[in-house]
């Protein structure tokens, strides 16, 4: 039991901070400024459940479709690593906007919303490329020669994965109060602070693809 239990708990580890819910939240809010907030809710959930269904996919079948199109793991790793550092950057570079940037909120329509709810809201946003690239290496390391193991292996996985979106769930769908607890001067912060965490993210899963490749060209 407690094998299951630290299988669970190393899932959640691999995946919290890479998909960072907490900094995710302050540009959920960012681009989604002018919607009700019961809108918000469904949204928030809708990320959360869609966060939870592509993780679970790509934890079940991911190494299987990387094989089909023969892509290793490492390449997975070395281009969402950069992909990650990529938009962290990004953000970090965003000149500040001033205040009079409130009276240019976009109104989004409900089409648009569900349309934006997996794209780009959970993918490349919440669920992206490091998520799903942490999500194959947890899958291929709870491959084992039992059957029964693998299975058990990847069920209490997927538990990590649940546990994971619900944390996305509830920090989406309370971001306007964690903003206005924080003012914003301390969203500012934040917001950079995570944008820094998910470069430094995204270096360190393009660095681990590296090492895994190096060996083989090298031989």
Not at 26 to 47: D, Y
Request: with cysteine; proline share 4%.
């Amino acid at each position: 039991m407690f094998e299951y239990i630290k299988i669970i708990l190393l899932t959640f580890a691999a995946l919290f901070p890479v998909i960072n819910p907490l900094g995710g939240s302050l540009i959920f809010l960012n681009l989604t400024q002018g919607l009700a907030n019961i809108t918000l809710n469904k949204l928030a959930k809708q990320i959360g459940l869609n966060t939870f269904i592509l993780l679970l996919i790509v934890l079940l079948s991911g190494s299987w479709i990387l094989s089909f199109f023969g892509i290793t793991l490492p390449i997975v790793q070395i281009g969402g690593g950069f992909v990650v550092a990529s938009l962290a950057w990004k953000v970090l570079n965003q000149p500040i906007k001033d205040g009079d940037d409130d009276e240019k909120k976009v109104k989004y329509s409900d089409k648009s919303v569900k349309e934006m709810a997996f794209f780009p809201l959970t993918m490349p946003l919440t669920a992206g490329p490091g998520a799903i690239a942490a999500t194959l290496t947890v899958g291929a390391h709870e491959t084992h020669k039992r059957l029964i193991d693998t299975v058990m292996g990847q069920i209490y996985s997927a538990i990590g994965i649940l546990l994971v979106a619900i944390s996305v769930w509830f920090c989406y769908r309370y971001a306007e109060r964690i903003t206005s607890k924080l003012g914003e001067a301390g969203t500012r912060v934040i917001m950079r602070l995570s944008a820094f965490i998910n470069f430094c993210i995204g270096l360190q899963i393009a660095c681990n693809g590296f090492q895994d490749l190096l060996p083989g060209i090298i031989l």
